[in-house]
């Protein structure tokens, strides 16, 4: 193919005009920055937990296994703690809520006079099988010492990341 | 240089190589292109989780071929579920050849006491590629399955962790199609091996290879007219297994005496695991004793034992071989 010379410069000018112009466009949707301003205040919630969320996610997929497993029951702990009980529920697996604590008001129930307020926890063990995790949990009431604890068994399953569900041992 | 002369030079240079420049335009272009889309592409994080299923626990290097996985996790589930259903016929059915007959017995019965060991209520299961190795010309993908309660669903109220297991062994028949064992059976060979004197003969008849034993089947014929003892624990490692490197002593404890003239076919088993790189080479029976009389070892006092021993009409040992 013989292309005319003169029409050549024309051409290596255009594909890297082209070029820059593709560079400089994407680089701006990407460094956009979000524009809050105008939000509502659940919009501006909304927008928040996402980027949390992202954060959250990235953070977990540079944690070790182990780390990671420990930090689910940490989430699970940690909104016994705050008495987000229906929170809490929510993570448990289906099955064993149906067995053990068929409505929400069971669970609070047994969270409120079994639980601590406060948490001191001890992990002495973990089992892996597959994508299922067995946890030995030395759980104490921080405000009375280890001499209150009491060994609890908690069963976790990742079934991606951030995603899972769990189990424990009902006293 | 005039602008003039610097154009014309640039004119002839462009002209004399403008495929070239075009060629070299389009290439650095779709570099570029491919560069952009690269840098600014989302990657998810993932979770980092030390299962790899078909990934060999002894060397994690070694992976199970990707054609198979698929089909193993398939085979294993349907087997799990046949069990859990109390429909051993059809999981029996699954099972190689070899398995059903050395393993089983061919006997269903014998089958589902093995399933009932292992899964007495219906169990969920973890599959974990072992180990993998060649016998003869075969591949052999040696697996653990672990079974367990729906721990999930409990929480383990109430319950002790607890589980068993077994080695699943998985191979391509001669059709291509995929096989399996269960019970921690690897595999069966004819042995064929004679050794024999005036006095004995060792025929070793075959052998049955598991995870972590080795069953011989052995033939011993007396042919002499008096008693020939092989085993009675007054010497050491009357019978062992010879390995490449080691050896291995037998595991039954039971005395091996033969009467005069006596035939006896039996089976002898020594601890091996089947992929500890070690070959079994022979059958030894160390402290062979032609006896011109012979009271046994119960309650017989040792200076008996010891006199009847000094006075045997022939002490040897006697080595078969059993290289597959």
């Known amino acids: 193919m013989r292309i005319r010379s003169s029409k050549l410069p024309l051409i290596i000018l255009v594909l890297i005009v082209i070029m820059i112009v593709l560079t400089i466009i994407i680089n701006r949707i990407e460094n956009k920055p979000e524009d809050y301003s105008g939000m509502t205040d659940e919009e501006l919630a909304t927008a928040v937990q996402v980027k949390v969320d992202s954060m959250e996610l990235h953070a977990l997929g540079a944690m070790e296994e182990r780390d990671r497993i420990e930090y689910y029951l940490g989430q699970f702990i940690d909104a016994l703690e705050k008495s987000k009980y229906e929170k809490a529920y929510n993570m448990l697996n289906e099955n064993f809520r149906k067995n053990y604590f068929p409505t929400l008001e069971d669970f609070t129930t047994y969270a409120k006079t079994k639980f601590p307020m406060m948490f001191s926890i001890e992990h002495t063990n973990i089992e892996r099988n597959g994508n299922t995790y067995i946890l030995w949990v030395n759980v104490a009431n921080s405000l009375s010492g280890k001499d209150t604890a009491v060994e609890y068994n908690f069963v976790i399953r990742e079934n991606d990341l951030n995603k899972y569900e769990l189990s424990f041992s009902v006293k | ?324």
């Open chain 2, 1 to 324: 240089m005039n602008y003039a002369e610097l154009r014309l030079k640039f004119r002839h240079f462009v002209r004399k190589y403008q495929k070239l420049i075009l060629i070299a335009l389009i290439v650095w272009g779709l570099v570029f292109l491919l560069n952009l889309l690269m840098t600014h592409r989302t990657v998810e994080p993932e979770a980092e989780t030390s299962y790899e299923v078909h990934a060999s626990v002894i060397d994690s290097s070694d992976e199970t071929p990707r054609s198979m996985q698929q089909p193993i996790e398939e085979k294993v589930k349907e087997y799990v579920g046949y069990c859990n259903e109390g429909n051993y016929q059809k999981a029996f059915d699954m099972l190689s050849e070899g398995c059903r007959k050395y393993a089983f017995n061919d006997d269903i019965y014998v089958f589902m006491d093995h399933v009932l060991t292992k899964m007495p209520t219906p169990k969920e299961y973890v599959l974990q590629d072992y180990s993998n190795m060649k016998y003869d010309k075969d591949n052999l993908y040696i697996y653990e399955i672990k079974y367990l309660d729906d721990y999930l669903s409990t929480g383990l109220t109430n319950q002790v962790y607890s589980f068993t297991s077994e080695r699943m062994t998985f191979f391509e028949n001669e059709d291509g199609n995929i096989e399996m064992n269960v019970g921690n059976f690897i595999y069966h060979t004819d042995i064929k091996s004679i050794s024999e004197n005036e006095y004995l003969k060792l025929d070793v008849i075959d052998k049955v290879v598991r995870y972590s034993i080795e069953t011989y089947k052995v033939k011993l014929t007396n042919r002499s007219q008096y008693t020939v003892v092989i085993a009675d624990g007054e010497e050491d490692d009357e019978v062992s297994l010879k390995l490449t490197n080691e050896t291995r002593k037998r595991s039954e404890i039971t005395d091996i005496v033969l009467a005069p003239k006596e035939e006896i076919e039996l089976e002898m088993t020594f601890p091996k695991f089947v992929d500890d790189g070690d070959l079994s080479t022979a059958l030894v029976l160390s402290s062979v004793r032609v006896m011109e009389t012979y009271s046994g070892t119960d309650e017989v006092p040792e200076e008996t034992i010891q006199y009847e021993i000094d006075n045997a009409i022939s002490k040897f040992s006697m080595e078969a071989n059993i290289i597959d």
